[in-house]
């Protein structure tokens, strides 16, 4: 892999990070587990999932709770930051994970950080692996305020 990635591989790891919330939210399973390799992993609160299989029981329980899906939290990204690693590219993109089932100004659930490692597999971006970091606010303060820290980079 060069140094620098082209535009159009920049594109479609943009585009990857994109179809992640897309897919997610939209209720496509298919396309969400898709999203990685067959060995990807997944890794939030709840632990780490290897696997497609593992990534598809994970998001299943998830729709059946109707935490995410149609109708479940929405995933607000920031611009990710993406470079060239010797295997692929690595980006960290924040988000703010919101659910509009409380009133008429959705809250925030949670902030927090996507380290992702990307490999081209099938001619197109997938994850390999995909890391939720989650960002606590400050004590005493629900909304935030403070600077959030700089993860290393590339992915640790």
Not at 41 to 67: C, P, W
Not at 114 to 143: E, H
């Amino acid at each position: 892999m060069p140094e620098r990635l082209t535009v159009s591989e920049r594109l479609g790891a943009i585009d990857l990070i994109a179809d992640y919330a897309y897919t997610l939210e939209s209720g496509d399973i298919d396309g969400y587990v898709d999203n990685f390799t067959p060995d990807g992993t997944l890794e939030f609160r709840s632990g780490r999932h290897q696997g497609r299989d593992a990534i598809r029981a994970l998001v299943s329980h998830l729709y059946a709770i109707g935490q995410d899906g149609p109708g479940g939290n929405r995933h607000i990204l920031g611009l990710p930051h993406v470079a060239a690693t010797p295997d692929g590219c690595a980006a960290h993109t924040y988000v703010m994970i919101v659910s509009g089932e409380k009133g008429d100004r959705p809250p925030a659930a949670s902030f927090g950080q996507y380290a992702d490692l990307m490999t081209r597999s099938g001619g197109r971006w997938r994850f390999a692996s995909r890391r939720l970091i989650p960002v606590p606010a400050p004590a005493g303060n629900s909304n935030g305020g403070t600077a959030i820290p700089r993860p290393p980079f590339p992915h640790s």
